[in-house]
């Protein structure tokens, strides 16, 4: 079945820490997004990829990299950890009709 | 930049009651998609509105996108518990292929 995957589902970890939060689809859609929410607020996006070897930063700063190698794979990584960047991180991918298709989440603790 | 703006940000009903809320555009936009999040869950795409004016049903929903395709509202008759959750509009930005949210309406219903 199609589908968006996200892993880990929650992290709780300590500040400095690298971090890699993974998100993969099986629809073959091309574009792919990540999202900031923080709970019951706005969806802030942070990066986005029309297609393998293409990233563009969002609309929200953010200190987090991400990678598109493979079109069902678009890892976000997060070189070292901090109490700001604790929250919910959803990964979506869109096809041709650009509507969004949304993974669980990640909910990430920074202590 | 180009924006969308949704009212209200939190609305508390008692079950049965209506529910409406509005989607504001500050450019034309090709379409307009609307998207239901649960508490704790993530973005679930509801309906996609294309036409200028048009109304489209779900059940108890109703979307409409405006004549001037600035503007859109989702119509709840009779909300249910099951309602509850942030509603989300979202258009397509600009050119891009990436949509922006609007910042959301959060329902919660008094049993």
Not at chain 1, 71 to 97: D, I, M
Not at chain 2, 85 to 103: Q, R
Request: glycine content about 8%; overall charge positive.
């Amino acid at each position: 079945e199609a589908d968006i995957y996200q892993t880990p589902r929650y992290l709780v970890i300590g500040t400095g820490k690298k971090i890699t939060l993974e998100c993969s689809q099986t629809m073959g859609h091309d574009k792919m997004y990540w999202y900031q929410q923080d709970p019951g607020m706005e969806l802030h996006l942070i990066h986005y990829s029309y297609g393998v070897n293409s990233t563009e930063k969002g609309d929200l700063s953010s200190e987090s990299t991400v990678s598109r190698i493979r079109t069902e794979h678009f890892p976000l990584t997060l070189e070292s950890a901090r109490p700001s960047h604790t929250s919910q991180y959803l990964c979506a991918s869109s096809g041709v009709k650009e509507t969004q298709y949304f993974g669980p989440g990640t909910r990430l603790l920074v202590l | 930049g180009q924006q969308v703006m949704q009212i209200p940000q939190y609305q508390h009903v008692q079950e049965g009651e209506d529910f409406t809320t509005y989607c504001n555009s500050s450019t034309t936009l090709s379409n307009i998609q609307w998207y239901k999040q649960r508490p704790g869950g993530h973005p679930v795409f509801l309906i996609q509105l294309v036409k200028s004016g048009e109304v489209k049903k779900q059940k108890r929903l109703t979307f409409q996108f405006g004549e001037a395709k600035k503007n859109s509202s989702l119509h709840i008759t009779a909300t249910q518990t099951t309602d509850v959750g942030t509603y989300f509009c979202a258009g397509p930005y600009s050119s891009a292929s990436k949509i922006i949210f609007g910042s959301g309406t959060r329902l919660s219903i008094r049993p």
